[in-house]
């Protein structure tokens, strides 16, 4: 019994080359595709896109107050929640207050100024509890005295 077909015998390295080729041909259109200079758009020159801009990135003054507070709210957040933060934290709190409080100029500096204390202070908090108990990692609870140590200690600076 014969088998007539009208497509062309195909064997297995013929379709590996099929693929090879296609491959090769999308590995070249994503080159040229990247290769090629990118439409300027309507907001590349928009003096409403702060995305470029680095100016805002700045230390303000901030009160002893303020300061205080965000240092108290990086040690609850290491002592209560394992170095983890939620939109209810006293740190969101705090901040918002704060920014609140301030013409809508300065925030953006302000806010900048407000994470760079706070996670400075944190960063410092973990560095400690990292060196105390090697195992510890976010989100697990800190043993209990290590933060009150860390406090304590004369050689830390956890406030610089």
């Not at 957040?77 to 209810?88: A, I």
């Not at 760079?116 to 989100?139: H, M, T």
Request: net charge positive; proline share 5%.
């Amino acid at each position: 019994m014969k088998i007539n077909s009208t497509f062309s015998q195909m064997n297995f390295a013929t379709m590996s080359n099929l693929r090879q080729t296609v491959k090769f041909a999308q590995m070249k259109e994503n080159v040229e595709a990247q290769s090629e200079t990118r439409y300027p758009g309507i907001y590349d020159n928009d003096p409403m896109n702060i995305t470029t801009r680095t100016g805002w990135k700045k230390i303000v003054p901030v009160s002893d107050k303020v300061k205080q507070g965000l240092i108290n709210a990086a040690r609850d957040s290491m002592e209560n929640h394992g170095g983890m933060l939620n939109e209810k934290s006293n740190f969101n709190k705090i901040k918002t207050n704060y920014l609140n409080s301030l013409p809508k100029t300065e925030r953006l500096s302000a806010s900048y100024t407000l994470d760079q204390i706070f996670y400075n202070e944190a960063q410092c908090l973990v560095d400690f509890v990292r060196e105390k108990n090697p195992s510890w990692d976010f989100g697990k609870p800190v043993k209990p005295g290590i933060i009150a140590e860390a406090y304590k200690s004369p050689g830390v600076d956890i406030k610089a």
